[in-house]
């Protein structure tokens, strides 16, 4: 089974711009959430998106946002891009049927802010 | 406000030695607590895990004790080895929020040969 899959693995952008982060989930989890993670800050909650809607939000501001698809997959974006944006940005995916709370984490997309 | 606090940034340890992780938590509604394991350059993966209603959970060289009175967690290797190095993030989570976890800041492991 193939794991959870991040693109793309390193970007650099400028202050100002934009940037699209692409995660195709597990087959079959139907739940996607998107994590961030800087130095010393460990791993902050973004977004869940379960069968194409929203399920929960963390603390970020509207420059962050997220959408996914019938497939499953999930693509966030981050408009206006500030320095402090740069950072790991993780996906991971969940089976619906897991009362844990384990999550399956993709390798992580690496943005950069110049 | 941090629900989850790892408040040893690193630990360094001799191998065959026993690691411990600690972590502390504010939210007594949390249902699960899990532990994940990162290197660099590579997501997190699932180490472990325990109920709210368990106070110890075992698996191999890997065993999480529960202290909900005192609202902590440990984690403990034993024996440590220099392939458990990595970052240890603890996590918590609620019923109901689906993909939600909140994570500890972490702490880097060092087994040294």
């Known amino acids: 089974k193939a794991g959870v899959t991040q693109t793309p693995r390193y970007l650099i952008k400028t202050r100002g711009q934009q940037v699209t982060l692409s995660c195709s989930p597990i087959?079959?989890?139907?739940?996607v959430s998107w994590y961030q993670q800087t130095p010393g800050q460990g791993l902050q909650f973004l977004f869940e998106y379960f069968s194409e809607t929203q399920r929960n939000k963390g603390n970020f501001p509207g420059r962050f946002s997220g959408r996914q698809f019938s497939n499953s997959r999930s693509e966030m974006n981050v408009s206006t891009l500030e320095l402090g944006d740069s950072a790991l940005y993780l996906c991971?995916?969940?089976?619906?049927?897991?009362?844990?709370?384990?999550?399956?984490f993709g390798e992580g997309s690496r943005l950069t802010v110049l | 406000d941090q629900q989850v606090k790892q408040n040893s940034p690193s630990l360094s340890v001799q191998e065959g030695r026993i690691s411990i992780l600690n972590c502390d938590y504010t939210n007594s509604m949390f249902d699960y607590f899990l532990w994940y394991k990162k290197y660099p350059a590579e997501g997190p993966t699932f180490l472990i895990s325990i109920s709210s209603i368990k106070d110890k959970n075992e698996d191999g060289r890997f065993t999480v004790f529960l202290n909900k009175s005192a609202k902590h967690l440990s984690l403990h290797i034993v024996p440590s080895q220099p392939g458990d190095s990595a970052v240890y993030f603890c996590?918590?989570?609620?019923?109901?929020?689906?993909?939600?976890?909140?994570f500890g800041q972490g702490t880097e492991l060092s087994v040294k040969p």
């Open positions: 087959s079959g989890h139907r739940s």
């Open positions: 996590a918590a989570s609620l019923t109901n929020q689906g993909g939600k976890l909140i």
């Open positions: 991971a995916s969940s089976s619906d049927y897991s009362n844990t709370g384990e999550l399956f």
